[in-house]
């Protein structure tokens, strides 16, 4: 295994195990400054679209979804690595703390590094099963879903 | 199939057949046991779906091109990893049941044995339908 694999594996490894114990330091320090976050999906149709670029924006949008969804059960299913660039398919356990309901569902993550940094990381969710949960809360467009 | 201009070559292939909904290009693509898993729930979207066996999965495909016409497809990522690829693709999607027309990103994870695909799951903007 090739040394760029491994540090490309290990910024994955760090960046998921911070999210998953809501750790922000570790978060804070996963993220290149210039960073891009995005939630992929149609914006005119999925709640959970949203973009957040530069360091404050990342912080501010990873804050809100650590406080909203509690993960555990993490798994990842596979993970493709080619160059500085990483592919993550993952499944977790979701508890919505605004609405005390828990899923269980699959996600994938294009995820660029640059120097041992994420510098673009872009996540695949269930929008459906977002804009379900969302939907259920009023007012949750505003609050959570427009970043 | 393990040398990455093969992969990457089948990969686009494969695209281009499912963005152009050929069915006759598709069908020799996958392996017999080949499955084909749309990620998401079911109870919330009718995207979200597993399909199983060669037919199964052509049946689903056939499905998709009946129900989604795609346009301005763009391939915007494409990682190879021995032999698997993950695609991050960006497409207008024209609904046909409702007339609806958005653009949309989706992802997928391909595992190619023996020259065919023998696992597609596709990551879509399930709350489309």
Known sequence: MSNKRREVETVVEDLFAARVAGDFDSLREAFAEGATFQLAGSSDESLPAATAKGHPEIMSLLERLVANYVLSNFTILKTLVDGETAAVHWRTTVHDTETDRTFTSELAAFIETENGKVVSFIEFLDTGLAAKILGDIPGAQKKRGSQ | ?129
């Open chain 2, 1 to 129: 199939m393990t040398d990455r201009n093969e992969i990457e070559t089948f990969v686009r292939k494969l695209y281009e057949a499912r963005v152009d909904g050929d069915i006759d290009a598709l069908s020799p693509l996958f392996a017999e046991n080949a499955t084909f898993q749309i990620a998401g729930s079911p109870e919330y979207s009718m995207l979200a779906s597993l399909a199983e066996g060669h037919e199964t999965v052509m049946s689903l495909m056939r499905t998709i091109v009946d129900t989604f016409s795609l346009s301005d497809v763009a391939i915007l990522d494409l990682l190879i990893d021995g032999n698997k690829a993950a695609v991050r693709w960006r497409a207008t999607v024209h609904v046909m049941t409702t007339g609806q027309t958005v653009t949309t990103e989706i992802a997928a994870f391909v595992e190619i044995r023996d020259g065919k695909v023998a696992s597609l799951i596709e990551f879509v903007d399930t709350a489309l339908a």
